[in-house]
């Protein structure tokens, strides 16, 4: 099995009074890792709230029959919890009033978990997001020199946890995942009056990644209006399907203040989207596969490691641009992303604006360094 980066990380926080929520998109690997965390305990009770028994067993509203389901178990694990009425009462009573309990949840749709649990749990909980595989845990189990050989297939058939155990069938699963799993609990917990415009929307955010996004273009070009193109596009985020990478302005002259990209958190999936599996020697579109794959992995990674950068990109009116930047406190770093090693790059107009930052090129020669954290 191969080991989740944020899994010491749980562990580190056990019984400190709070529940631990595990949210990310569906077969990102949550029920896997649920499971994985106390494999030889005998203490353990799972829930998995898929199962209608196991949700009628939460459904308890008193304390005395919590107490009689939770038993002696020090861990109740419960697997799906969105699929629970009240999810986030239940959890604060369970958390209240059996501080000897630990309380470790997963949920698939950050909207429908995050809107009934933030309220009940303010101060009750801690928060962790699991994504496809991130290069370092690919990096960690199967050696860093196998891994570069697989770049390829990564910035084509992306990293779901599926794909990497079963590479031959890559686009077969892949098609499977996007169209029965992935948009589940948007249909589910949501009421799309038009969800044919869902797909058309993840088309055209397909075909635009690595590019400034207008909603008054998305709606122009799929016959519809900016409130629901912000509105699905909040909900693909909270699905953890996409994410949006916001404009870096200090409001210096001939900066834009206001602009976004769109990212998907997986290539493979975009690639199914657009229904394109062509080896990367042959498409005219690497350029931008390659930046979503580094920026969708290095998000990963800040997530993952808990390392607090906000993260942009930066563009003037005469389109003079860098691809990514991280700031932090007072510091700004700068990188442009390219595919060709050795293509040249300027940054005179940011570097005049910005003299103190920081700036680097990522390219296949580097990349991993920037997608690795080594201990410190």
Same mark, same amino acid.
């Given at each position: 099995?191969?080991?989740?980066?944020?899994?010491?990380?749980?562990?580190?926080?056990?019984? &400190?009074? =709070?529940? +631990? $929520? /595990?949210?990310? *998109?569906?077969?990102?690997?949550?029920?896997? %890792?649920?499971?994985? !965390?106390?494999?030889?305990?005998?203490?353990?009770?799972?829930?998995?709230?898929?199962?209608?028994?196991?949700?009628?067993?939460?459904?308890?509203?008193?304390?005395?029959?919590?107490?009689?389901?939770?038993? &002696?178990? =020090?861990? +109740? $694990? /419960?697997?799906? *919890?969105?699929?629970?009425?009240?999810?986030? %009462?239940?959890?604060? !009573?369970?958390?209240?009033?059996?501080?000897?309990?630990?309380?470790?949840?997963?949920?698939?749709?950050?909207?429908?978990?995050?809107?009934?649990?933030?309220?009940?749990?303010?101060?009750?909980?801690?928060?962790?997001?699991?994504?496809?595989?991130?290069?370092?845990?690919?990096?960690?189990?199967?050696?860093?020199?196998?891994?570069?050989?697989?770049?390829?297939?990564?910035?084509?058939?992306?990293?779901?946890?599926?794909?990497?155990?079963?590479?031959?069938?890559?686009?077969?699963?892949?098609?499977?995942?996007?169209?029965?799993?992935?948009?589940?609990?948007?249909?589910?917990?949501?009421?799309?009056?038009?969800?044919?415009?869902?797909?058309?929307?993840?088309?055209?955010?397909?075909?635009?990644?690595?590019?400034?996004?207008?909603?008054?273009?998305?709606?122009?070009?799929?016959?519809?209006?900016?409130?629901?193109?912000?509105?699905?596009?909040?909900?693909?985020?909270?699905?953890?399907?996409?994410?949006?990478?916001?404009?870096?302005?200090?409001?210096?002259?001939?900066?834009?203040?206001?602009?976004?990209?769109?990212?998907?958190?997986?290539?493979?999936?975009?690639?199914?989207?657009?229904?394109?599996?062509?080896?990367?020697?042959?498409?005219?579109?690497?350029?931008?596969?390659?930046?979503?794959?580094?920026?969708?992995?290095?998000?990963?990674?800040?997530?993952?490691?808990?390392?607090?950068?906000?993260?942009?990109?930066?563009?003037?009116?005469?389109?003079?641009?860098?691809?990514?930047?991280?700031?932090?406190?007072?510091?700004?770093?700068?990188?442009?992303?390219?595919?060709?090693?050795?293509?040249?790059?300027?940054?005179?107009?940011?570097?005049?604006?910005?003299?103190?930052?920081?700036?680097?090129?990522?390219?296949?020669?580097?990349?991993?360094?920037?997608?690795?954290?080594?201990?410190?």
């Amino acid at each position: 099995m191969i080991k989740r980066f944020i899994t010491s990380r749980i562990l580190n926080n056990l019984h &400190k009074g =709070k529940a +631990i $929520l /595990i949210m990310g *998109a569906r077969q990102s690997g949550k029920t896997t %890792l649920l499971k994985g !965390l106390f494999p030889a305990q005998q203490d353990v009770l799972y829930l998995n709230c898929d199962d209608l028994e196991d949700r009628n067993l939460l459904a308890a509203e008193t304390i005395s029959s919590m107490k009689k389901f939770a038993g &002696k178990s =020090k861990y +109740i $694990l /419960i697997d799906e *919890a969105q699929r629970v009425q009240n999810i986030g %009462l239940k959890l604060k !009573l369970l958390v209240d009033n059996f501080p000897e309990v630990q309380i470790i949840a997963t949920g698939s749709s950050s909207f429908e978990l995050s809107n009934q649990i933030m309220e009940p749990l303010t101060g009750r909980k801690y928060e962790f997001y699991l994504y496809p595989f991130a290069y370092q845990e690919l990096a960690d189990n199967f050696g860093a020199y196998r891994e570069r050989k697989e770049l390829a297939n990564r910035l084509i058939y992306g990293s779901y946890p599926d794909i990497v155990n079963h590479p031959s069938a890559a686009a077969t699963l892949l098609n499977h995942l996007v169209g029965s799993y992935l948009y589940k609990d948007i249909f589910t917990f949501q009421d799309l009056r038009k969800p044919e415009l869902l797909d058309r929307l993840l088309n055209a955010l397909a075909l635009q990644i690595g590019s400034e996004v207008s909603y008054n273009e998305l709606a122009q070009l799929i016959s519809t209006d900016q409130k629901t193109i912000q509105k699905y596009i909040q909900l693909l985020e909270q699905a953890y399907i996409i994410f949006r990478l916001p404009n870096y302005s200090t409001n210096q002259r001939n900066e834009i203040k206001r602009s976004r990209k769109i990212y998907f958190w997986d290539n493979g999936v975009r690639n199914c989207l657009i229904t394109d599996f062509r080896d990367i020697a042959v498409r005219d579109d690497i350029g931008k596969l390659w930046e979503n794959y580094i920026v969708s992995e290095r998000m990963k990674l800040l997530s993952n490691a808990g390392i607090l950068r906000k993260s942009y990109f930066w563009r003037n009116i005469h389109k003079s641009e860098i691809d990514y930047l991280e700031v932090y406190e007072d510091k700004i770093t700068a990188y442009e992303i390219k595919w060709n090693p050795r293509r040249n790059f300027k940054a005179t107009a940011f570097t005049s604006l910005y003299p103190q930052a920081g700036l680097f090129l990522i390219n296949p020669e580097n990349y991993s360094e920037f997608l690795y954290v080594f201990p410190q």
